[in-house]
């Protein structure tokens, strides 16, 4: 069993910044890779970012290209967290965000899917607004 749970959501300004956390525990956690999905408001949920328990290749983070060069995903193994820093919002980034593991996973192949995680988190709000 994994449990996952997200905090640092809120509401910001537009340009403002966010980070969001990501703490994992559970037994096992050897190989994995921690997605990003955001659902906004009445849209369906979109990997957003991702990235792996190892740096083994240079295939190890992902990004969407409507966050590339905004959004920064990183973690902390020590803590076993995943973090989200969130640049330059725009009120298209607000929605609800879920970290999400896929166990077993080494390399990215691709944005992550809903389909292939096997936990998830219960979400945190970002509303980004003036």
């Known amino acids: 069993q994994v449990q996952l749970v997200e905090s640092g959501g809120g509401l910001v300004q537009p340009g403002g910044s966010l980070r969001l956390s990501c703490a994992v525990s559970?037994?096992?956690?050897?190989?994995?890779?921690i997605g990003w999905f955001r659902q906004a408001p009445g849209k369906g949920r979109e990997g957003i970012a991702c990235?792996?328990?190892?740096?083994?290749?240079?295939?190890?983070?992902y990004y969407a290209d409507s966050v590339k060069g905004r959004f920064t995903i990183s973690r902390d193994n020590i803590k076993n967290t995943v973090y989200l820093q969130m640049n330059s919002l725009k009120p298209e980034d607000t929605g609800v965000y879920y970290c999400?593991?896929?166990?077993?996973?080494?390399?990215?192949?691709?944005?992550?899917?809903?389909?292939?995680?096997?936990?998830w988190g219960k979400g945190t709000l970002v509303t980004v607004s003036s």
């Open positions: 559970g037994r096992n956690l050897d190989y994995y890779a």
């Open positions: 990235i792996t328990s190892t740096e083994r290749t240079e295939r190890s983070r």
């Open positions: 999400a593991i896929e166990l077993g996973r080494v390399v990215l192949v691709g944005p992550p899917k809903m389909e292939d995680m096997d936990y």
